[in-house]
């Protein structure tokens, strides 16, 4: 995966494709267990864990915070993930205990799922028709703070590049 806007290798990939995280995700393991990209509805829960009302923009509250989040070119950069970036609710499911990091902003993170107008888990939305929408999620680095919500949702072809899409890893269940 490309590194080219990212200073370091601690810095989240960019300029990364939907099929290029697809196929680097075929490739990869976490604790000897297959990966695989997180679907619309797994990423959002994990964004808003522990938030009551659903309908809260941030996992901190309502209004942007640049301590939680690197939008808006604050930075003008991506930078190292941080556990100040991560939800204290995301500590729980992470084998780390430092939370879930950067879920909204730095970059935009493609989801398994074909883009709908109104999200749902299709079962069709597999690898193969490139001319289906895929779903980005998070917001970036330069992007404006209202593309960091929760509930924002992006698309691009799934070949499209561009240096404020990167991805993350779910751990795939054995069947």
Partial sequence: L???ASETVQQPAVFVSWFDAWAFSKWARWENECCRLPWENE???VAKLGVEDWSQNFWWGEQMDGDYCNSENRVGKTTRPSGAHASPETKAIDPTEVGVMDMLGNVLEWCQDIYRQSYSRQEEDVPGDIKCS???RGGSFNG????????FRYNWQPTY???VSGCRFARARKS
């Fill in 2 to 4: 490309y590194r080219c």
């Fill in 43 to 45: 990423w959002e829960y």
């Fill in 134 to 136: 895929r779903v980005l």
């Fill in 144 to 151: 404006d703070v209202a593309h960091c919500r929760s509930a």
């Fill in 161 to 163: 590049t561009v240096y």
